[in-house]
């Protein structure tokens, strides 16, 4: 009995023993940081015309499990889906190039962001963009990029604007018909995207405004001292998508002949055209820039075709005298009669520049202008008897450096004693000069003159190109501002203040030396 009641008693102890588990300490959860993000496209309603850049960036503290990228486009006008992407990312940022909004109309983007480790953890956006390509209208004003616009470092002012010709029909690509010439191959190594178009105009109007402006710092080259005598301003940047062509006659063009002469001829008479100014002029409303803003000069670009259907060219310039001018007539190279433009209160020109080519045909160009008005109001032959004595020696030529006969000879290395940097009526100090002398020049904008090339593909570098440079030393050579050039009685007077001044000049009667 004694042993029944210890067994009991011992089994009691056990079951009454308390074993002591260890306490699992509570979970702690770490609050994620709330998603927070920005795009390229926050500012407001983006304009497109075919692709749409986007970068998604995402500010916050990436969750651990990275996050969810959501890509939503729609075509509002239809309500059809364009894009749609979901992916799921480490980074903290996301780049695409969203195709297909070519269509004219209105667009929404949808940015969403969620956290891989919480769904509630998201954030939203919607983005409007618009393709504003106006097949009706025709005419689209672009607001002026802040690098056409006026630095207020010039003496005076030269307001402009800008007109460019830029046919589509898709929005998507240049037309094909209305620019290309009927030998050129229509493929993905000749295709312009509009896009590229656009690039390409901007970015080379960016340098011919840099290069004119530089040519006016008088015996400047490259120190960046002498104040530019111009600073140009341009009021209003225009793409116009469509225009009148005026026929004037024909011209017999070998279909065969491409780049260069086959030796198969298959001429053929195709009309000639020429541009309607005063009815585009007249759509633009140019009389209104002319006579309010006093613009002087109309920068107009055009991608030529000058072979085919509808082939047309435009003037180097021409000038439109004011209505009140006591020398009405149009000093140009090349530029019509007074009809082809239309006259307003005050004297305006147009350049011609044609898009297929670029900033070294730009200022070609207006070198021939240059020239024009310097010899028109030169009634004693000064500029040509003197200063550019010959065309090709002395103080130089469009066409011909300081230091060859040869025309179009821009980067001929030869070494020539030259007083072009130190000219004065009878004859300055000779200087070693070649072809080194503009080419090594260093501007401010100097690493700023690279612009796409005329076709798909490719880039020009503006900075290396001998002509491009040429321009602009030769330019600071011509009596400028302050110029203090007098020399046996005789006192050169400036002469960009007569080209920029040319009704005054004309009135005045100002003379390149008194």
Same mark, same amino acid.
């Given at each position: ?100 909004? @070519? ?18 953890? /998201? ?6 963009? #618009? ?28 307001? *402009?604007?800008? *007109? ?53 710092? !008088? ?10 005598? #111009? ?43 020429? /541009? ?13 820039? /002319? ?18 259907? @509808? ?69 004693? @032959? ?57 080419? @090594?020049?260093?501007?401010? !904008? ?23 440079? &040429? ?23 400036? &002469? ?19």
């Amino acid at each position: 009995m004694k042993k029944v009641i210890f067994a009991l008693g011992v089994l009691f102890v056990f079951a009454c023993s308390k074993t002591e588990v260890p306490a699992t300490p509570p979970v702690v959860v770490v609050q994620e940081e709330a998603i927070k993000f920005t795009t390229n496209l926050d500012t407001g309603t983006y304009s497109v015309a075919d692709t749409l850049p986007l970068v998604v960036t995402v500010s916050s503290k990436l969750p651990s499990a990275g996050v969810l990228y959501s890509i939503l486009v729609n075509w509002i006008d239809s309500s059809k889906q364009i894009f749609k992407l979901d992916t799921s990312l480490t980074v903290s940022s996301l780049s695409l190039k969203i195709p297909g909004l @070519n269509k004219t109309g209105s667009y929404s983007l949808t940015v969403t962001v969620t956290s891989k480790s919480s769904s509630i953890n /998201i954030l939203s956006k919607t983005i409007n963009s #618009i393709n504003k390509f106006q097949q009706k209208t025709g005419i689209e004003v672009v607001p002026v990029d802040s690098r056409l616009k006026s630095t207020n470092k010039g003496v005076i002012t030269v307001p *402009v604007v800008i *007109v460019n010709y830029i046919p589509t029909s898709d929005g998507k690509y240049l037309d094909r018909w209305k620019t290309f010439s009927s030998n050129v191959i229509w493929d993905e190594g000749h295709k312009l995207t509009m896009t590229r178009v656009n690039e390409k105009i901007l970015k080379e109007k960016i340098i011919d405004k840099n290069s004119i402006q530089e040519g006016t710092r !008088f015996r400047d080259y490259g120190k960046n001292v002498t104040k530019p005598y #111009i600073d140009i301003d341009v009021v209003a940047y225009i793409n116009v998508y469509d225009l009148k062509l005026i026929k004037v006659g024909a011209r017999m063009v070998d279909t065969t002949m491409n780049d260069s002469d086959d030796g198969i001829n298959n001429p053929v008479a195709i009309d000639w055209h020429k /541009i309607d100014f005063n009815d585009l002029f007249e759509r633009i409303n140019l009389k209104n820039y /002319i006579n309010n803003f006093n613009v002087k000069e109309v920068w107009f670009t055009s991608f030529t075709k000058e072979t085919g259907v @509808n082939s047309y060219n435009v003037q180097e310039s021409s000038m439109s005298p004011s209505l009140t001018s006591v020398d009405p007539v149009n000093i140009s190279n090349g530029g019509g009669d007074l009809k082809d433009l239309p006259r307003f209160n005050n004297t305006y020109i147009v350049f011609g520049s044609n898009g297929w080519r670029g900033v070294d045909t730009d200022l070609h160009v207006r070198g021939h202008q240059i020239e024009r008005q310097l010899e028109y109001i030169d009634n004693e @032959n000064f500029y040509y008897g003197n200063f550019a004595k010959d065309r090709n020696t002395i103080g130089g030529y469009t066409h011909t450096p300081i230091n060859t006969t040869k025309q179009y000879d821009y980067n001929n290395t030869s070494v020539v004693s030259s007083d072009i940097t130190t000219w004065k009526p009878s004859r300055g100090i000779g200087i070693p000069t070649s072809n080194l002398s503009w080419l @090594n020049q260093t501007y401010t !904008f100097s690493n700023q003159m690279i612009t796409p090339g005329p076709f798909a593909t490719g880039n020009e570098d503006w900075n290396k190109d001998a002509q491009t440079k &040429w321009f602009i030393y030769w330019w600071q050579s011509i009596p400028g501002y302050n110029n203090n050039i007098e020399d046996n009685g005789k006192k050169i007077t400036n &002469w960009w203040d007569i080209i920029y001044n040319w009704d005054d000049a004309i009135k005045n009667k100002t003379k390149l030396v008194k």
